[in-house]
């Protein structure tokens, strides 16, 4: 594919692309590449449900936050601890490692008060994003751009088709296990307030 087709999958604005019709798959890859490459990591996002309703604030701990390193002696010998605003960070965490300083949940411009032990207690999240819009993009690569935004490593909020309960869903690595294994944290919020947390 020409390297002109190839860079206009992912520009500003929309474009044919006559190679999706000679090489369809070809297109999709090439389509693929172009769009992983403008992903960004981020440190802090705002992410709302399809219909507006719900909004979810976070923040994570970063290498400008004050965290406060001591190392203390134990039975199996020293081991470091990280303290932030006065709470010991989880043993198994670095503060370095996608830990959460703050969530803030809302709904229909309400904030609905989630207690830190919900969320503050692990690490491995991970915030992506991309500066990419639907719009820009070609309408026959529509549903791979779907799954594309889809994959990205973000919180998804969503309602319930009853409107009375929201889920929160965040595909995290799971910094109890090795080899970059991941996990997944759900909320599940009701309007009323009550949480509940489930992982696996």
């Avoid at 449900?49 to 020293?78: C, M, N, Q, W, Y």
């Avoid at 503050?120 to 309408?139: A, E, H, M, R, V």
Wanted: include cysteine; glycine fraction near 8%; charged fraction near 30%.
């Amino acid at each position: 594919m020409k390297r002109r087709t190839f860079l206009s999958l992912a520009s500003a604005t929309p474009v044919m692309v006559p190679g999706l019709q000679a090489e369809p798959e070809a297109a999709v890859d090439a389509a693929r590449t172009a769009w992983t490459e403008t992903i960004s990591r981020d440190y802090s996002g705002t992410f709302v449900s399809e219909e507006g309703d719900l909004r979810l604030e976070v923040a994570l701990i970063t290498k400008d936050d004050e965290v406060i390193e001591k190392e203390v002696a134990e039975g199996d010998g020293p081991t470091t601890t990280y303290t932030f605003r006065g709470e010991k960070l989880p043993p198994y965490v670095r503060p370095e490692d996608g830990v959460l300083k703050a969530f803030r949940f809302t709904w229909d411009g309400r904030e609905i008060p989630i207690a830190k032990r919900f969320w503050n207690d692990f690490g491995g999240c991970l915030i992506q994003s991309t500066p990419l819009k639907k719009s820009q993009i070609p309408k026959e690569l529509h549903p791979e751009f779907d799954e594309f935004l889809a994959g990205l490593d973000a919180p998804k909020v969503i309602l319930s088709a009853d409107g009375g309960t929201a889920l929160i869903e965040w595909r995290i690595v799971d910094t109890e296990a090795c080899c970059g294994h991941r996990a997944t944290v759900r909320w599940i919020i009701g309007k009323g307030g009550a949480v509940m947390r489930h992982r696996h």
